[in-house]
Structures are given as C-alpha cells and as structure tokens.
C-alpha cells in the first residue's frame, strides 16, 4: 500500500543530517532506516522504513512519487553494515523507484568518483552513478565533498580536540586539500535540481579550499585556542586516532578517510556552487562548537546516544 494518494517527493533519512535539511519546510515522505527515530518534524513528515528486502513494498512506497532524494549511504563498514550492502540497497532503491513511475532523482555522491579506486567509498559511489544512469529515470547527481552545518562530524570533531589537546598531530605534511561545502548549499542544490528536468551531474562544493593544517589552525584561532600542530606519519596519526576512538566509543578516522583526503580527492576543479564561507560559518557559531563529541556510531548504530563530554 503506497503511503500517500496524491503526489508528493520522499526523502531518504529526513530525520538524519542532509536529509532534514532537504525536508525542512517541505511536504515530503521520509523513508528510514531507523525505526523509533524521534522526528524533528513532529507529526509533519510521515515516515516509512526502507524495505529494501520487500522490493514490491519498496516500489509500493514510492507510487505517486515525483521526486526521490536520496542521501543513503554508510561511511564506513561497520558491524553487519557494508559498502556492498549500501550499493546493493540503493541499487534495489533505483530499480523500485523505477518501476514506481518516480519521474526524478536527485542523489548525493561524492567528489572525485571512481570505480577503479581502491576505496569503497568513492568507486561504490561512482557504481551506484552508472547505476542511476542505466535507470532512464530523469536525474540529478550531486558530488559533494566534506559537509559542515549545526550537525557536522568532521568540523565539530576537529574543534572538539582542538578544545582538549594542547597539540593536534597532523598526518604527513598537512598540504592535502579540502574544500568544505554547507548542508544549507546541498540541500538548496538538491531541491532546486530535484524540480528539473535535464540530466545533470553537479560538484556541491564550497567557495573556499583549505589545506588541512590551515583548516585546523584556522579552527583554533576562531575558537581562540592555541595549538602546537606535530607532524606525523600517517601510521601514527591513525594510532592516535584509534585510540580517542577507544575513548569516546566511536570511529573517529579510518584508514581509507585518511587515504582519501590526502589524495586531494574532497577538492572539486569545477566552479563553486555553494555560497557559505566557512570561515563565517565558524565565526557565527564559535560558541557551541566542539563542546560536545559528535559520534558516527550513535548517530547511526546506537540508542540511546551517548555523548562525550
């Protein structure tokens, strides 16, 4: 039985990060994967689990549907959740949506896609491209690289030990690059390319590029902290970061995260399409940044969340 008899957009994970931000002050379905997730829009967005098991359900869930946001994905292999299992899933997703008649879909990817890549994360993201292309359905593909907002893990993480530590170890020479782009900017692409009609494939990326060392200093003086930035071999910064992982009972940087941003591979060599200055960002919300842990686990895998303090 499909979830509502007049056309409306379902959004994946309304209820998470990008999701929401693509869902505020819209009339949307969400479908999750959380069940018992407190909603933040109240009585306001109906809610349907993903069933991606159920195909036919699946596909019953996306009738009269015209366009599907789709922000599902994992960070890293976790438990029984895999990259294969994400890729999978989506691609059952696709195949429901079309079989559902959706006339769009917008879906987040990722910077710098490559199948050949030796990290799961960027050659699933660019098999689940070719994927969506094969569908027919008409699409927009948005490759964002690392997303900051109220909600964030990497900025608000970085602040957090920016907050404790006296020191910050920087993994090699500290030169590799990124280039942040707001939630806000994703979800206005989103929305605004979710409405069209062309086939389009779009960087969401930010107007400004950092290199690593630059965007922690850069945290520190606008939290007005004063670090020592130790530079390490990669090995050694992820011993580190395996052990505040012990800590604060979470993942705090894997092996293939670290590969990835020291390939250069969350800068864009396209235009800027978002408009948010990071570094205005950091300075209007100064005050609450990195007081408290964000953590990937609880956000995703756990409940109750457990915050470090």
Do not use: C
Request: charged fraction near 25%.
């Amino acid at each position: 039985m499909s979830v509502a008899a007049e056309q409306h957009d379902v959004v994946t994970g309304s209820f998470g990060y990008t999701g929401k931000y693509i869902a505020r002050g819209r009339r949307v379905v969400s479908l999750t994967g959380r069940d018992g997730r407190e909603s933040p829009f109240g009585d306001a967005v109906p809610a349907v689990p993903f069933t991606f098991d159920r195909p036919d359900t699946l596909a019953a869930n996306l009738a009269n549907v015209d366009t599907l946001y789709n922000t599902y994905w994992v960070r890293f292999d976790y438990g029984r959740t895999t990259f294969a299992d994400a890729v999978r899933n989506t691609k059952v997703l696709f195949d429901a949506a079309r079989r559902a008649g959706v006339r769009r879909i917008a879906h987040i990817s990722i910077t710098n896609p490559n199948r050949a890549s030796p990290l799961p994360y960027f050659a699933g993201k660019a098999e689940l491209e070719d994927a969506l292309r094969d569908t027919g359905i008409s699409h927009a593909i948005l490759r964002p690289t690392v997303i900051f907002g109220a909600e964030d893990i990497l900025i608000n993480n970085i602040a957090w030990l920016v907050r404790r530590l006296p020191a910050f170890l920087i993994a090699g020479d500290g030169s590799y690059r990124l280039q942040p782009v707001a939630v806000a900017d994703v979800a206005r692409l989103a929305v605004e390319h979710g409405a069209g009609e062309d086939n389009v494939t779009i960087d969401a990326v930010g107007p400004e590029v950092y290199r690593f060392e630059d965007l922690v200093r850069l945290i520190a003086r606008t939290l007005g902290r004063r670090i020592a930035a130790l530079h390490v071999p990669p090995r050694i910064a992820l011993l580190a970061a395996r052990g505040t992982s012990w800590f604060v009972r979470d993942v705090l940087l894997t092996r293939d995260e670290l590969a990835g941003l020291m390939a250069d591979l969350l800068v864009s060599d396209r235009p800027a399409t978002g408009e948010v200055r990071l570094n205005t960002w950091l300075a209007e919300h100064a005050n609450e940044l990195g007081r408290r842990y964000t953590s990937e686990l609880n956000r995703h895998y756990r409940r109750p969340a457990v915050s470090a303090e």
